[in-house]
């Protein structure tokens, strides 16, 4: 997100009355392209995160592009990547939803890797694998960083 837009993400319980089936638990954290929370799937009964965007990318072409990337995320089956179960809009604000992982980034496993190994080294290698699959359906990863790798 540009230092231009600024992000006031809402609330869990707001964004809940949002999003019809989900009941939003908590924000899990606020970064570079919105907020992603923690939320409930009512009808399935499973653990899920919500990536919501702020309204600025909620425009006609943005919206297009993202549920394409959406779509093409959604066939993808990898055991580097996340499964992505739905999109849409809240509010004028694009949301997309996908399975949560609850674990260490890998910017935070230095703290408490007592192995001699190096986390980082290791997660490459499943990023090197993933990378190859993504590319190969046209997708780049927009804000690939230790801190949004599990």
Do not use: W
Not at 39 to 52: F, G, H, Y
């Amino acid at each position: 997100m540009s230092d231009s837009i600024q992000f006031d993400p809402p609330e869990p319980s707001e964004l809940s009355e949002l999003l019809d089936g989900y009941k939003v638990t908590s924000l899990v954290a606020t970064g570079g392209m919105g907020a992603v929370y923690k939320a409930t799937q009512l009808s399935l009964d499973r653990s899920v995160a919500i990536k919501l965007l702020p309204e600025e990318f909620g425009d006609s072409s943005f919206r297009d592009q993202f549920q394409a990337e959406a779509r093409a995320m959604a066939k993808l089956n990898h055991a580097n990547l996340i499964g992505i179960y739905d999109f849409g809009e809240a509010n004028g604000m694009p949301y997309i939803v996908m399975e949560f992982v609850a674990g260490v980034k890998v910017d935070q496993v230095d703290a408490i890797c007592q192995m001699g190994l190096d986390p980082k080294n290791i997660a490459l290698i499943g990023l090197r694998s993933l990378s190859k699959q993504l590319m190969e359906f046209g997708i780049i990863h927009a804000d690939p960083h230790p801190g949004n790798t599990i």
